[in-house]
């Protein structure tokens, strides 16, 4: 069974750091396009970071460039996105997905895998 698992998301103050990874079972990381998206209650999904197979190429959300970063571990098993900055609008349930695509806008891509999500809080 092909399945990608999000960790790392929980309660943090503004202007603080979470790390949240993203790990596959039934298939090889490496071999595809990881994206992160979020969903805010109330608001649709929206693609927050990408990365290519090779790591070579990333895209960013406006609002998170600079803050955030999407990155494969060397032993590529698991890809990590390092939210630093955090802002009480960034709580939201946070996905990574993949896909064999790539494209210059790779958080239009169609994503054929999801995981169930990580709660990120920022708040007070």
């Known amino acids: 069974q092909l399945q990608l698992v999000e960790s790392g998301g929980g309660l943090v103050q503004p202007g603080g750091s979470l790390r949240l990874s993203c790990a596959a079972s039934?298939?090889?990381?490496?071999?595809?396009?990881i994206g992160w998206f979020r969903q805010a209650p109330g608001k649709e999904r929206e693609g927050v970071s990408c990365?290519?197979?090779?790591?070579?190429?990333?895209n960013y959300e406006d609002s998170v460039k600079g803050r955030f970063t999407i990155s494969r571990d060397s032993d590529k098993v698991t890809v990590n996105l390092q939210m630093n900055s955090l802002k009480p609008e960034d709580t939201a349930v946070y996905y990574c997905?993949?896909?064999?695509?790539?494209?210059?806008?790779?958080?239009?891509?169609?994503?054929?895998?999801w995981g169930q999500g990580t709660q990120v809080t920022v708040s007070s």
């Open positions: 997905a993949a896909t064999p695509r790539w494209g210059s806008s790779c958080l239009h891509l169609h994503f054929d895998y």
């Open positions: 039934g298939f090889t990381l490496a071999n595809y396009a």
């Open positions: 990365i290519s197979r090779g790591s070579s190429s990333t």
